[in-house]
């Protein structure tokens, strides 16, 4: 059984897999930062001077100053402010994505169509090679292509 994980956690594969997601996790960190210390910053100076990251909305009814005012008496918040981060994250985290996507595509060698290695049989339908001149399957007299 420990072979067998060896085999498997040690897999050129696996080991690349690894690496991906810990360049993605410090991909993430970095956006974030990103994010909330001069993307939100700058639109909350925009808009009026407004901290997105204390957006709330109290559930218990009760008006609270800032939002620890609110954690520190325990009322139930919702932190809208948070959610709009986060989504402006996901956003540019998938844009980010899709223009290293949309390179990768660009740059990767197409394929050319392979040649034709059968034909259709024009009484059966059947496919048979290109080079036949009668149908395996109903005998019927077939054009020669060259291929």
């Known amino acids: 059984m420990i072979k067998k994980f060896k085999d498997f956690a040690f897999k050129g594969n696996m080991i690349d897999l690894a690496i991906g997601v810990?360049?993605?996790?410090?991909?993430?960190?970095?956006?974030?930062?990103?994010?909330?210390?001069?993307?939100?910053?700058?639109?909350?100076?925009?808009?009026?001077?407004?901290?997105?990251?204390?957006?709330?909305?109290?559930?218990?009814?009760?008006?609270?100053?800032?939002l620890d005012a609110a954690k520190a008496a325990n009322a139930p918040t919702l932190n809208y402010g948070n959610?709009?981060?986060?989504?402006?994250?996901?956003?540019?985290?998938?844009?980010?994505?899709?223009?290293?996507?949309?390179?990768?595509?660009?740059?990767?060698?197409?394929?050319?169509?392979k040649p034709a290695s059968v034909k259709e049989c024009p009484e059966c339908l059947s496919e048979v090679p290109i080079k036949a001149t009668r149908c395996k399957y109903c005998t019927s007299h077939l054009e020669v292509k060259e291929a």
Do not use: C, W
């Open 83 to 113: 959610l709009l981060s986060n989504f402006l994250d996901f956003l540019i985290i998938a844009f980010v994505i899709f223009m290293v996507l949309e390179q990768i595509l660009r740059f990767r060698k197409k394929e050319e169509p």
């Open 22 to 66: 810990i360049i993605g996790g410090a991909f993430g960190k970095v956006i974030t930062s990103i994010v909330n210390d001069l993307i939100m910053p700058l639109i909350g100076l925009i808009l009026g001077k407004v901290d997105f990251r204390t957006l709330f909305i109290s559930l218990n009814g009760e008006h609270y100053d800032t």
